[in-house]
């Protein structure tokens, strides 16, 4: 799994998601699929490495405060943006300053997050133009999702796609949860709790902001979960919502899939 992880320099989380086994034969072609955090911090040597992965398209899922906040270095000639879902400043950091919270609490606040996310109108738009772009892609081009830090709607986008090519649920899963080895939660977050304790003016311990920096899977659980409630199936939500029925499906997996 971890072969799939770039070391880049300025640029979180960046990773291959294709070479997986698919249900529908043969697997995910490799260097095909990338994911990761945002381009503001890239340096010269991550821009080389970039130009030369053959990336055509991104479907940059930051709100615009936040492309504003972070400026990218780096984009994609065909970049999918958005502009809803503007805020003042990030929403777990709204949470940490007004309550007095605790690990659970935090924890519990992003597995809300995950029940909402896949039906922000804002997404769903860019969720639907990053499959309807990704089946037009020509040659060897690349697609990439991204957003702030490449692990929670990126992750949804990941696993829906996943999902469409006929990743295997254990596969799926596992990619999601490659977050955490990608970003070393474990060695990061003393450091990233100081940074944010500063921002929020409060002095909660390290733990508080792990749901922040890393995954678990029960947040992907009730964002699929939510998804098959309302809708009964992930493919009437991708018909339903995202306008992705069984022939965009098909046109995907011929697009991406190899023996």
């Not at 030369?52 to 906040?69: F, N, T, V, Y």
Request: glycine share 8%.
């Amino acid at each position: 799994m971890t072969d799939r992880i770039y070391s880049l320099q300025g640029v979180r989380n960046f990773r291959d998601f294709g070479g997986y086994k698919s249900r529908h034969g043969g697997q995910v072609k490799r260097g095909r699929l990338f994911r990761s955090g945002h381009y503001a911090e890239a340096t010269e040597d991550d821009l080389n490495v970039l130009d030369a992965l053959g990336i055509h398209l991104q479907a940059d899922l930051r709100r615009p405060d936040e492309r504003e906040r972070n400026v990218a270095r780096w984009s994609a000639p065909n970049t999918l943006t958005h502009d809803g879902g503007r805020e003042h400043e990030a929403p777990h950091a709204q949470f940490l300053k007004k309550v007095e919270a605790d690990a659970q609490q935090a924890d519990d606040w992003m597995n809300d997050y995950y029940a909402l996310a896949p039906f922000k109108a804002h997404h769903a738009e860019l969720f639907s133009g990053w499959f309807e772009h990704l089946a037009g892609l020509e040659g060897e081009a690349a697609g990439l999702v991204n957003c702030a830090a490449g692990k929670d709607r990126t992750g949804i986008l990941c696993a829906l796609t996943h999902h469409v090519l006929g990743v295997e649920e254990a596969d799926l899963r596992a990619d999601y949860e490659l977050t955490n080895t990608a970003v070393n939660v474990d060695e990061f977050l003393p450091q990233a709790a100081a940074f944010f304790n500063e921002q929020v003016g409060k002095v909660y311990e390290p733990e508080v902001f792990r749901p922040f920096l890393g995954v678990r899977l029960r947040y992907l659980d009730t964002a699929f979960n939510v998804i098959h409630d309302k809708h009964g199936t992930v493919d009437a939500y991708l018909a339903d919502v995202l306008g992705v029925d069984e022939t965009a499906q098909e046109n995907l997996r011929a697009q991406l899939l190899e023996a």
